[in-house]
């Protein structure tokens, strides 16, 4: 911890360095222990710190999967400084504006203590300038969410992550080297089948070009709940958005 020290002090975010807790139990002195299981068809190990940037490097680097409790939080706080400087660099990209100083104190919030919108910022911050994205699911509300939330926008040749129950469960996809948007088509499909919710995006455009560019697709006509069976502009640019999104 003694070489970090410097670099804390010149830091203008050094005032906002995260407290990470141990669970009851645990020890610092020992690497984690991360007994494995599947479910939904991915191996999950639980994460300990939880959160998106322990995600990050539990699922990047091998030295921080297998590193004490101690050794994680160091590389965890000098992870959270490297990624604050980027902040105020402008390195981060994302399709919604948040400020710097935003970005720059979500980093430091811990899960325990995190608002929504910390929460959506520290996401951000980590899927942008780690070139990661990742699967949420939501057990207890039988939801999954994708950060970034568009996946129009996800990258073919960046990772694919898997997180669960808060950030407390890290998972991977057994022969993951194999596994690209198809195969990630047909997990979603599988999940959707056992009865999760995905909120895929929405096209947008006016009814003439929502509806001609889904007709190019030659899907026929869209679901509907209109009364006389006839799909409106929402029907038309919910289906497009959900085809766009592994075309």
Known sequence: ME?????????????????YICMPGESDSAPVDESTERQYGVEWARLQPPGPLSLFLWSTNPEYRAGTEAQRRTMLNELIVQFQDRVQKGEVKSARKISKSKLAEALAITVENASEENFEALERVVSSLGNVQWIRIHENEKKITCIPDDLRTWRRDFPILWVRERYRSAGEMPGRS???????????????????????????????????????L?????????????????DYAVALGKAEVFV
């Open 218 to 234: 030659g899907r026929g006509l869209p679901h509907t709940k209109n009364p006389k069976g006839r799909p409106l502009k929402e």
């Open 3 to 19: 070489v970090l020290l410097p670099i804390f002090e010149k830091n203008p975010h050094k005032s906002l360095t995260a407290e």
């Open 178 to 216: 194999g596994f690209g948007f198809p195969q990630l088509s047909r997990w979603i499909g599988d999940r959707e089948h056992e009865g999760f919710q995905l909120e895929y995006p929405v096209a947008t455009g006016t009814m003439e070009q929502v509806k001609e560019a889904w007709n190019k």
